[in-house]
């Protein structure tokens, strides 16, 4: 056991440069909570992005979740405690990976919407992969503390879907693709909303607060901050 922290984290990760993300977060922030160079141990397994694709695209989120579950055994056995997934679109697969994991998990809908609750906001802009935008990983956890959220349209979904995978999990981070983030979001607030789930983990490398007219949620960084509060648990 390491001073200060109780617990070990182990990340299930799926593409590199969110995943990336969340463990600087983890240790950063860490530092920031108990001391320099401070943070609790972490260890983090990911099969390559593409493994994970052919199932996505073809809607198999049972082998989604046994990809999943093979890496939360391999963080297991490094000596994990839980298991975070810095990945919003494979959380269609959570259900099934909680019933046969050995390891808890949190759930980074639930830490977002827990947020969202918290800065009283009643209604939320989604945006994320056209998988996660048009998926049930976020509404139920809205709905649970009285918020709606909206999406962006047919035609805006699909070219934020190809932003993402064309561009963002690659590491390419086009000041075109960061004014169209701008303008959804704009359309977004006159819609109703009062804040903006960044519900893909690459999303917050390309759109910070200075972009947005809306108030940003940025799931990457409130899982990894949730993590750490497990972690000095």
């Known amino acids: 056991m390491l001073k200060n922290w109780s617990k070990h984290v182990g990340i299930v990760a799926c593409s590199a440069e969110g995943a990336a993300l969340c463990y600087r977060t983890i240790c950063l922030e860490g530092s920031a909570l108990t001391g320099e160079h401070s943070h609790p141990e972490v260890t983090m397994h990911t099969f390559p992005l593409s493994c ?11 082998a989604v979740g046994n990809l999943m579950l093979r890496s939360a055994e391999k963080v297991e056995r490094a000596g994990a405690d839980f298991v975070i997934c810095p990945d919003n679109t494979i959380h269609q697969a959570f259900d099934r990976v909680i019933e046969k994991s050995r390891l808890p998990w949190l759930h980074i809908a639930d830490v977002v919407a827990a947020e969202a609750a918290r800065q009283n906001y009643r209604r939320v802009g989604l945006l994320g992969t056209r998988y996660l935008m048009e998926g049930r990983v ?19 979904r699909e070219r934020i879907n190809s ?15 960061r004014v169209y983030f701008s303008k959804v979001i704009d359309r ?46």
């Not at 804040?195 to 999303?203: D, H, K, Q, R, S």
């Open 52 to 62: 994970y694709e052919r199932y996505i695209e073809v809607g198999d989120w049972e």
């Open 163 to 177: 932003i993402i995978f064309d561009e963002l999990v690659n590491g390419k981070f086009n000041a075109d693709s």
């Open 138 to 156: 976020y509404a139920d956890k809205l709905v649970a503390h009285g918020i709606e959220h909206l999406t962006p349209a047919t035609d805006d």
């Open 188 to 233: 977004l607030k006159s819609q109703g909303c009062d804040a903006v789930i960044l519900g893909c983990t690459e999303i917050p490398l390309l759109v910070s607060q200075e972009h947005s007219s809306l108030p940003t949620l940025d799931s990457t960084r409130l899982l990894a901050r949730a993590a750490l509060a497990r972690a000095l648990s």
